[in-house]
């Protein structure tokens, strides 16, 4: 069983920047594809970015990219999204999540969650 603990998000004026971590207890995070998923209230669950198990293949979802950064230390069994240039719409409970087989950008492929954390942009 893999535990996925979120952390870092707050309220941030638009334009800045936030760094979210999550980390893993139980097993290592390097046998798994790891991504950050987002919900804003009222909407879908959606993809953010993915990580391939060994970092070599990094996908971001259109509306994020060029601003937000994954990456990933195996040492410290943590991911991170670095998010820059936020904007209000950008507003959202953030997820990390973790695929023991496939890799990919759909939600229905990560076997393990964490709980959330909420990142707040301000206009």
């Known amino acids: 069983q893999v535990q996925l603990v979120e952390s870092g998000g707050g309220l941030v004026q638009a334009g800045g920047s936030l760094r979210l971590s999550c980390t893993t207890s139980g097993r290592t995070i390097s046998g798994y594809h790891m991504g950050w998923f987002r919900q804003a209230p009222g909407k879908d669950r959606e993809f953010v970015a993915a990580m391939s198990r060994s970092g070599s293949t990094v996908n971001y979802a259109d509306s994020v990219k060029g601003r937000f950064t994954i990456s990933r230390d195996n040492a410290k069994n943590t991911v991170y999204l670095q998010m820059n240039s936020l904007k209000p719409e950008d507003t959202a409970v953030y997820y990390c999540?973790?695929?023991?087989?496939?890799?990919?950008?759909?939600?229905?492929?990560?076997?393990?969650w964490g709980q959330g954390t909420q990142v707040t942009v301000s206009s």
């Open positions: 999540a973790a695929s023991t087989g496939y890799y990919g950008s759909n939600y229905s492929i990560y076997n393990y």
